[in-house]
C-alpha cells in the first residue's frame, strides 16, 4: 500500500491501521520472545543429548582403553608371553648345558678317583705318567706327527 493511498483515508481507518501496526510490533516482539525462549530451549536439549551420549559413550569407551593397554602389555612388555616364551628356552638351554657339565664332572671325578693314593689305578698312573713324562715301552715303536705352525 502506498503513502498516498493511506492519506487519502478517513481518520478513523488510519487510525485503526496504525493499532494493527502496532499490535503486529508487539506481536513480531513477542514472538521473537518467544522465538529466543525456543532457541535456549532446544540448545538446552541439544547439551542434555550430547551430555547423555558422552556420559554413555565414555565408560565404555575408558574400559576399551583400559583393556587394550593391558592385551598390549600381555603380549610385548618385560613381562609379557613373549618375554616368558624367551625366558622358558633360555632355561631350556641353561639346563642342556647344566646337564652336559654334570656329565663332564662326573666323567672328571671318575678318574680323578682312579688316581688317588687311598686307591691307585696301575693302568692310570701309566697312562698319566706317559702322557706327562713321554714315556714309551722298549717294544713300543713311537711316531712323531709334525707339528703344526702356530698362528
Known amino acids: 500500500m502506498a503513502w498516498s493511498e493511506v492519506s487519502a483515508m478517513p481518520p478513523s481507518v488510519g487510525r485503526r491501521l496504525c493499532d494493527l501496526c502496532r499490535e503486529n510490533a508487539a506481536n513480531s516482539l513477542n514472538f521473537l520472545d518467544a522465538n529466543d525462549s525456543v532457541m535456549r530451549i532446544v540448545a ?48 631350556a638351554e641353561a639346563e642342556t648345558r647344566l646337564t652336559q657339565l654334570q656329565n663332564e664332572r662326573g666323567a672328571l671325578e ?33 711316531v712323531l706327527a709334525p707339528r703344526k705352525p702356530k698362528g
Open 44 to 91: 538446552m536439549v541439544i547439551r542434555r543429548l550430547i551430555r547423555r551420549a558422552v556420559e554413555r559413550i565414555i565408560g565404555p569407551l575408558i574400559g576399551c582403553l583400559a583393556v587394550a593397554y593391558f592385551t598390549y602389555h600381555l603380549v610385548n612388555g618385560e613381562r609379557s608371553l613373549l618375554a616368558w616364551r624367551h625366558m622358558d628356552a633360555e632355561i
Open 110 to 142: 671318575k678318574r680323578a678317583s682312579l688316581l688317588r693314593p687311598d686307591h691307585l689305578d696301575p693302568d692310570m698312573l701309566e697312562e698319566r705318567a706317559r702322557a706327562v713324562l713321554n714315556f714309551a715301552r722298549p717294544d713300543e715303536v713311537v
